[in-house]
């Protein structure tokens, strides 16, 4: 996608034997841009940890390239197996929500047991992390498709006007290899023709919208608005909102959806008030091994302090701003369940689902 009229992904390698993993340092956006190199593993753990990447798709491809790297610092190092093994298991660790990380590692590692040395493993595994990752990209660029109808649709019953769209979080192609979810259609209405705007939720505590997803339309020229989190149901009350969606870190077997503290929220007042809410999310993001996700979807908990502090610009400089008393304690839950009652459809890379029962069938 666009970043000053160039094109990048998200996560990416040079050329090269057994290269290092070059990432967008997402801390910083959208004040700088910086690309990180990330070396070993542990680096690569610390980074999906800490967020330096962040986003569903995103986490799983970095989950893979964590893999390889995990098999290169053996081979680099003369480490016994039992090293990659820890290794893989503190990644997995590193984010619980968000299936896709599961998932990738889950492809990868069955690939490297053909390798007979740790350097072919490494290679392979390598390989293996570039296909998921454009198999990620792929997936959202088919999301877009699957999706662009459903605007197209608003946009004629409006005879034109101006199709206006919520979003909540970061499900842009910054949460992916590229192209994104939620944002993926918008993306390719937009390209279209299609006359379009997007109301953008700030999404605390991490501001992921007002720091992300307003960045990424500003790079693709796309109408947008940022609001607090507490504005939607205003603008859904008074006909200012045409559809909502959003993307998800996991949707359990009968489409309960695991998504950005809020989500819950902002799919209640889209019920009452008869709006369209869909999620938007490749089919690795379905649990099929869990049949429902209230209670069942562990909800990750975060540090207080992304509650206390806000991150900005001041003087020029990045820094992290105290809002609340000192001492003041603080709970930070990272997600929330969408029962899938709420829920008008899933647009995936293999279609539109409406009714929930389908969910079941889309990775056959």
């Known amino acids: 996608m666009r970043v000053a009229d160039q094109y990048y992904r998200t996560i990416w390698v040079d050329e090269g034997q057994l290269p290092d993993v070059q990432i967008i340092d997402q801390r910083y956006l959208p004040h700088e841009f910086h690309i990180e190199t990330i070396s070993s593993y542990k680096q690569m753990a610390i980074a999906i940890k800490e967020m330096h990447l962040r986003g569903a798709g995103l986490i799983g491809v970095a989950g893979a390239f964590g893999v390889y790297l995990a098999y290169r ?17 503190e990644i997995l660790n590193t984010r619980p929500t968000a299936v896709n990380l599961k998932w990738a590692i889950d492809k990868v590692c069955p690939r490297v047991a053909s390798g007979l040395t740790l350097e072919e493993k490494a290679h392979i595994a390598l390989d293996a992390a570039k296909q998921l990752a454009d198999h990620d990209a792929e997936s959202c660029r088919l999301i877009g498709l699957h999706g ?3 605007i197209e649709e608003i946009s004629e019953r409006k005879k034109g ?9 970061n499900a842009g192609w910054l949460a992916f290899t ?12 937009h390209r279209k023709g299609i006359k379009l705007h997007v109301w953008v939720d ?8 007002a720091a992300l997803t307003t960045w990424e339309l500003l790079n693709e020229g796309v109408p947008h608005t940022l609001i607090a989190d507490n504005t939607g149901g205003h603008l859904m009350q008074n006909q200012m909102v045409d559809m909502v969606i959003t993307g998800a870190d996991r949707i359990a077997a009968n489409g309960d959806t695991a998504n950005k503290i809020g989500t819950y929220l902002k799919a ?8 369209p809410f869909y999620v938007a999310a490749p089919t690795s993001t379905i649990d099929f091994a869990l049949a429902e996700g209230l209670g069942k979807i562990p909800i990750e908990e975060r540090s207080g302090n992304e509650v206390r502090y806000v991150r900005g ?8 701003m105290l809002i609340c008393p000192e001492n003041t304690p603080a709970v930070n839950y ?17 279609g539109v689902v409406n009714n929930i029962k389908l969910l079941m069938n889309l990775n056959r």
Not at 79 to 89: C, E, K, L, S
Not at 268 to 275: K, Q, T, V, Y
Not at 313 to 320: F, K, R, S, T
């Open 73 to 89: 610092d053996a081979f680099q190092a003369n480490q016994p197996m039992v090293f990659v093994d820890g290794a893989i298991t």
């Open 178 to 189: 590229d192209y994104g979810s939620a944002l993926s259609p918008i993306y390719l209405a």
């Open 148 to 150: 662009l109808p459903l």
């Open 313 to 320: 610009l001041y003087n020029g400089n990045i820094v992290d």
């Open 161 to 169: 006007g101006v199709v206006n769209i919520l979003t909540h979080c």
């Open 268 to 275: 209640l007042a889209a019920h009452d008030n008869g709006i």
């Open 202 to 209: 700030e999404t605390r505590p991490r501001n992921q919208g």
């Open 334 to 350: 990272g997600f929330d369940i969408t029962p899938a009652r709420l829920i008008s459809g899933f647009i995936t890379e293999k």
